[in-house]
């Protein structure tokens, strides 16, 4: 079993794959991603293949976008020596988020056996776009928390942190577009950020459907928004789905948004395994389909790396944010030049 990160960078870890592929086989090696273990991802694959419902609509005509939103309120507490050679492009998107973007993006496997499954995920990241020199001030965003407050209790600057030096350039917060090139997603972005010292702990993935092509209310009825599927991860993990519905009562048509939400602790009252605790049985039962195989490690790292090059290329500093807030206005800015919004809603799967 390895816990991730695997590696620094695209070398250490195909050494480090290298090492142990040379003692074990493959199909014995487990590397853990934790976020694959938390029953909300696993249940992408339930809604999308249990039901007839999303499937057929899984695709560029009719979702708009996608959003995958990791982002924490804690600083690097202890973790500074580590956190500051690393930084929050390798910490979180090179793994997590990469997962989920495979996942929200994988073609049908044709069975959930083990390598049927991670078959469909390698595809996706080999059709991520490259992000490099020539648009990487246009795709991402690089932020870094200074001193304010979070839950009302005043924190310091990540430049204050201890063991962080004080002309630290590493991210504590990344945004950026990232784009599928294959039938199914040609056109629809993929907006992914992750943060520390963030407004909220949350970590959801929202699936941002088309608008209707025409809308027959008038407009005193009030505006029809699309559609959205929020996946929410952390914490209280639920399944919400935004709709268009008139509100009770006489005087005409009145429109409101309104969520249809499945609260996993509502509906399901047993208790369900935490995520380390899931991926610690499946390695005793011998089950690595929710494990990350040695290709898809090292894509994920082929795609981060050319936006660490581009990033050291530049030498600029990240974009300063204050801490207990949603991160850097150019994040803001890099989903709204698009005609788009970021999803803050924290009430929404209350």
């Known amino acids: 079993m390895l816990e991730k990160p695997i590696g620094h960078d695209l070398e250490s870890a195909r050494r480090i794959n290298d090492e142990v592929g040379g003692v074990f086989a493959e199909e014995q090696i487990y590397r853990i991603d934790h976020y694959l273990g938390k029953e909300t991802v696993q249940n992408l694959l339930a809604l999308r293949f249990a039901n007839s419902l999303f499937e057929p609509l899984w695709n560029s005509g009719h979702i708009d976008h996608v959003q995958i939103t990791v982002a924490e309120t804690v600083g690097v507490e202890s973790r500074g020596g580590y956190y500051d050679t690393s930084g929050a492009l390798r910490d979180m998107v090179q793994n997590h988020l990469m997962q989920l973007v495979c996942l929200v993006g994988m073609e049908p496997p044709v069975s959930l056996d083990k390598e049927a499954v991670r078959d469909e995920k390698i595809k996706v990241l080999r059709s991520l776009s490259p992000i490099g020199i020539e648009n990487i001030s246009t795709t991402t965003v690089r932020g870094q928390y200074r001193a304010g407050a979070v839950g009302g209790t005043a924190v310091r600057g990540y430049l204050e942190e201890e063991g ?187």
Do not use: C
């Open 164 to 350: 962080i030096g004080s002309d630290s350039l590493t991210e504590t917060f990344v945004a950026l577009k990232a784009e599928v090139q294959n039938w199914r997603w040609s056109g629809v972005p993929f907006y992914l950020r992750t943060g520390k010292r963030m407004q909220e702990k949350v970590s959801e993935i929202v699936i941002q459907f088309r608008p209707i092509p025409h809308s027959i209310f008038p407009r005193e009825a009030g505006e029809t928004a699309p559609n959205r599927l929020v996946v929410r991860l952390q914490p209280d993990e639920a399944i919400g789905l935004h709709l268009i519905a008139k509100e009770p009562g006489p005087g005409g048509m009145r429109l409101r948004e309104v969520p249809l939400n499945l609260s996993f602790a509502q509906t399901f009252k047993n208790r369900f395994p935490d995520a380390y605790e899931r991926l610690l049985m499946d390695v005793v039962r011998g089950n690595p389909t929710l494990f990350m195989r040695r290709d898809e490690v090292e894509a994920a790292w082929i795609w981060v790396e050319r936006i660490l090059d581009a990033w050291a290329s530049r030498s600029e500093r990240p974009k300063p944010y204050i801490a207990g807030t949603s991160g850097p206005s150019q994040a803001i800015a890099l989903i709204e030049r698009d005609g788009r919004t970021w999803h803050d809603d924290p009430a929404f799967l209350a």
